[in-house]
């Protein structure tokens, strides 16, 4: 894939090409950039993207958020705030579509070409595309706890088991008519059923034919809860 610039890859704003420097990225619409917060070097590869923070290094970025929608029939792991599926999202963050996007850019993630072809076997065969770990972490008590993404959500009784579940990058490759970056129209960014709106998706869907048997953990704090989300590129398998 041809390397851009992530300010070209997000439509515009060139001065931002100097903080950021050369990374590789899909096209996305030009109208993207209204939905990126203030970009601010934080030193040490690190920036910050409105309330995100990457590591450039680390290849790793948290978020802070709150619990939306813990014990309702969930499809959605994440979404911004206002975005029309909360109803069914464990967790708000403070992020748009097209921070969330950026983040994920930075980390070296790019949308595999063979997504749309996968789609057709979707259910039997796991999306391609680079794998992401999701940490959530939240204070119990005075005390920090880490869960990962699939024991968050994943209440018991629940018929996929949490080591199984993978997260990949899809980069929101649905087409948005109102010419917008669809993950921004939306407000989807991390889900576990298929729908092409989404930023990250589970390699192989979860619930899929049980709708209401994800739920969510009840270890989780009650909804309105702080919690940061952490999301790392995986090391690719040699």
């Given at each position: 894939?041809?390397r ?5 890859a ?8 100097p903080?950021?420097?050369q ?54 792991l ?9 109803y069914?999202?464990l967790f708000?963050?403070d992020?748009?579509?097209?921070e969330?996007?950026?983040a994920c850019?930075l ?43 699939a ?8 018929e996929?088991?949490p080591?199984?579940?993978e ?22 960014l991390?889900?576990?059923k298929p729908d092409?709106?989404?930023?990250i998706?589970s ?8 709708y ?5 953990h009840?270890?989780?704090?009650p ?7 952490i ?5 690719p398998k040699?």
């Open positions: 894939m041809q851009r610039p992530v300010l070209v997000l439509g515009g704003a060139a001065y931002l090409q903080l950021l420097g990374v590789s990225a899909p096209p996305a619409p030009a109208q993207t950039t209204a939905r990126i917060g203030e970009i601010k070097p934080l030193g040490g590869e690190r920036f910050q993207i409105g309330r995100i923070v990457v590591n450039k290094r680390t290849r790793r970025f948290t978020v802070s958020g709150r619990v939306l929608a813990l014990g309702e029939p969930l499809e959605y994440a979404a911004s705030p206002g975005g029309s599926k909360g069914e999202t708000e963050l992020a748009t579509g097209s969330f996007n950026l850019i980390l070296g993630l790019e949308r595999s070409l063979r997504h749309a072809q996968a789609r057709d076997t979707w259910g039997t065969q796991p999306l391609p595309g680079p794998r992401v770990a999701i940490f959530v972490t939240w204070s119990d008590g005075g005390q920090r706890r880490e869960v990962t993404a024991q968050a959500v994943l209440n018991p009784g629940a996929t088991k080591d199984t579940v997260w990949v990058y899809i980069g929101s490759p649905a087409p948005d008519l109102r010419g917008g970056f669809a993950a921004d129209t939306t407000g989807t991390v889900g576990f092409d709106n989404n930023i998706e390699a192989v869907g979860i619930g899929i034919g049980a209401g048997t994800v739920r969510g009840p270890m989780l704090p909804n309105g809860s702080p919690i940061e989300l999301v790392e590129a995986a090391v040699k």
